[in-house]
Structures are given as C-alpha cells and as structure tokens.
C-alpha cells in the first residue's frame, strides 16, 4: 500500500504562520476587562484607589503578557485587609499566596502626631483578584475565538 500526501508545502507554509500568531489585540481586551472590573470593585473613599488601577500590555519575540496593577502604596492592604479584622477575612484561596496578619491592635498617627489612633485593622476588601476571577471564562474565550480566527485566516491566506 502506497500513501501520497500533495500539497504538503502548502501545509507547511500554513503551520509557519500559525507559528507567529497574534494575540496582542486580545491581550489588550482581555486586560481591559480586567482593569474595568477592578475599577468597578475598588472601594472608594477619595477616587485614588480607582484612578491608581492601570493595564499594560507587552509584547515580545517569545511571548505576549498583560498586567493590571496599582502601585499605590495601600492597595494591598484593602485587597487582603489588615491586623486582627483582617484575618480570615479574605475570601480566595490563590496558589502560593500565604497571608499573615498582626494579632494585636497598633497605634497610628496620619498627622505626623498631632492625633493618635488605635486599630485593630480592616477587613479585606478585595478588588483586584476577583476582576480577574470574575472574568475568567470570557477571557478563556475571547483567547479561542481568537485563535479560531487566526487559522481561519491562515488556512485562508496560504
């Protein structure tokens, strides 16, 4: 029995390009929803926690990598809440996270000591894992559609 495969160049070309997928725009949407959501969740007192909440998205030669961050100095302490109230307050369980909180309450003074507070800290409030969480099966999706899309075009294109 003989078998004879034509055209297999073609198929190569084709493969080769699904080599070089784009997945950037896709990124972009899916961090999007993500920073939208955690904007969304975010408690607000002043709008800084909110306005702090920012996306990025880069791209290199080996791989596409989205981020939503904060660098405000106390987002993680509303994400994961604080000292005696905050403990056991944090709803998730997140792979290699392990918190640890202070038992005791402390004393804080946010004038530079003209007044003087006592704090047995907050509970968690969180915002930032739960948009992605939230978000999860649509980001899945979007990814596939977006894969379906581009060996359509490849297949297409080639």
Known sequence: MAVTIKNT???IKKLDKLGNLNVEETMK???SLVEAQAKLLAPS???ALKNSIHMSV???NKSTKGR???SLEYAPYVEFGTGIKGSGSYPYKVKGLNLS???TPWVYTPDGGETFYVTRGQKAQPFMYPALKNNERRIKQMFKDSL???VRSSIKGG
């Open 101 to 103: 909180y202070r038992n």
């Open 68 to 70: 939503v961050y904060t």
């Open 58 to 60: 880069e791209k290199n």
């Open 148 to 150: 379906k899309e581009n």
């Open 9 to 11: 160049d073609r198929l």
């Open 29 to 31: 949407k899916a961090v």
């Open 45 to 47: 007192e002043t709008g």
